[in-house]
């Protein structure tokens, strides 16, 4: 039984067709990685995916139901997104921004709605969040005081503290340093050890989607998609048809780096 | 760097208890102060003025011993208009608040979305027709309600709309209200201008039924209550409120509607005051917090206590004559918000 899955699912951004009749699905312990060139739809497919836009054809099933006939406070349960870039224009504090991703849990009922308050373990978790991110002597300070990668961590400590099963990630690591790119891809595999948990995200280096995804979907510029397991599916005349440009691979015992350029 | 705050959850946890009544105390500290400072704020504007009067000969005549001058001075004029002007800080106050976040700017004020302007235009023609008092306070509702389903009607279109499409829809329909008031204004006979002037600055000399307008900020109170939470969620974008449960359309739609009767009940009660609602809710948050379910109440209680003393001295400093409050909340407003930011850069 499939957590998510896609069928005939057409997209499209103004006249140019993204990806046409992708039937995937996604199963519980799975990570996947999107790969493809800018403006091939990446960003689009997994906002599909999290429900957030209509699809030009074609459905996205969440266990088994099409995802737009959740209620949006059940979703967010189910399923959690990591945008690719956030707005901060009222900042608040870490801690603040952090328990916003107790939402769905502290309004699920109408009573607690009107006397809204976070509870202990709300307060816990959210704790245990920001540790796991490094970002514990931090709860109070404000969201615009802190660094590019900081912020970072701190989006991605409120989307762990959503709990979601299933994690969609947009370009995670953008402005994380090395060590980071590297805790935070392994911290989100080691989640889908969990039963019924899934993941689902958009990379832009091919080796760590290597290291870290089992399988992949690849969106090709003239806007046709592939995907299945991940070592099936790479090698370098993929690739170069993926991203137009020349790649040369290097591989020991150990794994397989693919170089872009000569 | 570390204090209690900062410990891991795992230490607090246990302590959590004992800890959370003051916290909660804490959050509110400011509410409670602005509790305090609503009654004390209320009984100054009924003391000043060309009749002093003393706190017990207030408190005498309220309780109805006092004498028929007092009475008809409390009761008449001082009592309805310091309500009114109360109701109408809060109600400003509140309008600011859901704007900045529904439009995610924090130059939003209440009147930036036209629904002044469109209160002002059928104001000042109701004035030009020489209406009665009840049929301009009427007409200028009926102005408001019109601005506000053009500019939904506008924003809205065929697609979404984003905030950027929602603003520019409001400034530039409030521009052309903008335009309509000078054509009028120019038009209008010499005695009428006076009293156009007076309600385009802002001005509660007329007020005299405060209930309608208290009911409203009540009411709309407990609506921006309720969602105060998913407020905050919303504050930080649209489509990280989806994700996280929020039905952007839907709260988008409820904050719209709140904050247009609010502002157009507001300006029925007093015209045009300026800042009140654009800074009400940045000195609250300087004062106390973001999160919208301490901002709320406290911008509401801080913009209604700021106007009652607005008012107050606006019928005092050149008694006999009255100044327009607008005018005086500018005064007031304008440097205090400086300083404030100055502070919080600062710190």
Redesign the interface.
């Known amino acids: 039984m499939s957590l998510l899955a896609t069928e005939n699912l057409t997209l499209a951004a103004g006249p140019t067709t993204l990806c046409r009749d992708l039937t995937v699905q996604f199963h519980e312990g799975e990570n996947w990685a999107i790969l493809g060139a800018n403006g091939s739809g990446k960003t689009t497919l997994l ?1 599909t995916l ?1 429900g ?1 836009r209509p699809a030009e054809s074609g459905i996205v099933l969440l266990r088994q139901t099409e995802i737009s006939r959740f209620r ?6 189910q ?3 990591l ?1 690719q870039q ?7 504090t870490v ?3 952090v328990l ?2 107790r ?2 849990y ?2 699920d009922y109408f009573w607690r ?2 006397w ?2 976070e509870s ?1 373990r709300d ?6 969040c920001l ?1 796991q991110l490094q970002l ?5 300070r404000r969201i615009d005081t802190l660094s590019g990668g900081e912020k970072r961590r701190v989006e991605i400590a409120t989307l762990l503290a ?1 709990d979601p099963a299933i994690c969609l990630l947009d370009e995670p690591n953008n402005e994380l340093d090395l060590n980071f790119q590297l805790k935070i891809l392994s911290l989100f595999q080691q989640r889908t050890l969990k039963p019924e948990h899934l993941n689902i995200m958009v990379l832009h280096d091919v080796n760590l989607a290597l290291r870290f995804c089992s399988h992949a979907i690849l969106l090709f510029p003239e806007g046709t998609a592939r995907y299945g397991k991940i070592s099936e599916l790479l090698n370098t005349e993929t690739l170069e048809q993926l991203y137009q440009c020349p790649f040369h691979c290097l591989s020991d015992d150990k794994r397989t780096v693919y170089l872009p350029g000569n | 760097m570390a204090n209690w705050k900062t410990l891991p959850g795992k230490i607090i946890g246990p302590f959590w208890s004992l800890v959370k009544p003051f916290t909660m105390l804490a959050r509110f500290g400011l509410t409670g102060f602005l509790f305090v400072l609503a009654p004390v704020c209320l009984m100054l504007a009924l003391s000043v003025g060309s009749l002093p009067l003393s706190v017990s000969e207030i408190w005498a005549t309220l309780g109805g011993s006092g004498s028929e001058v007092q009475h008809a001075v409390i009761f008449d004029l001082r009592l309805p208009r310091a309500l009114s002007a109360f109701a109408v800080g809060g109600l400003l106050s509140l309008a600011g608040v859901l704007l900045q976040v529904l439009l995610r700017n924090p130059l939003a004020d209440p009147y930036i979305m036209g629904i002044s302007g469109g209160a002002s235009v059928f104001a000042l023609l109701a004035l030009t027709a020489g209406a009665s008092a009840g049929t301009l306070t009427g007409s200028a509702f009926v102005g408001g309600m019109v601005s506000m389903i053009i500019v939904f009607g506008l924003a809205h279109g065929r697609q979404a709309w984003t905030p950027t499409r929602l603003l520019l829809t409001g400034v530039v329909v409030a521009a052309g209200w903008g335009a309509l008031i000078s054509f009028l204004l120019t038009i209008a006979s010499n005695e009428n201008v006076r009293g156009m002037l007076f309600w385009l600055m802002g001005d509660l000399s007329h007020s005299r039924q405060p209930a309608p307008s208290l009911i409203i900020l009540v009411l709309a109170l407990i609506g921006a209550y309720v969602f105060a939470r998913a407020l905050n969620v919303l504050a930080r974008g649209e489509l990280t409120a989806a994700t996280l449960g929020v039905n952007p359309f839907r709260l988008k739609i409820a904050i719209y509607v709140i904050a247009s009767l609010v502002t157009a009940t507001a300006v029925t009660v007093a015209g045009n005051v300026a800042f009140v609602g654009l800074i009400i809710p940045h000195m609250t948050r300087l004062l106390s917090s973001s999160d919208h379910r301490i901002l709320v109440p406290n911008a509401v209680l801080l913009g209604g206590c700021f106007m009652v003393i607005a008012d107050t001295a606006a019928r005092t400093l050149l008694a006999p004559v009255q100044l327009p409050v607008g005018v005086i909340t500018a005064f007031i407003g304008v440097p205090l918000f400086l300083f404030l930011l100055h502070r919080s850069r600062l710190s």
């Open positions: 906002h999290a957030l949006h406070i059940e979703r967010a349960k399923l959690g997104l945008l956030s707005e901060t224009v009222f900042p608040a801690m603040e921004t916003t991703g939402h769905p502290v309004s709605s009107i809204q308050w202990q307060y816990q978790l959210a704790h245990e540790q514990s002597g931090m709860s109070e959503q």
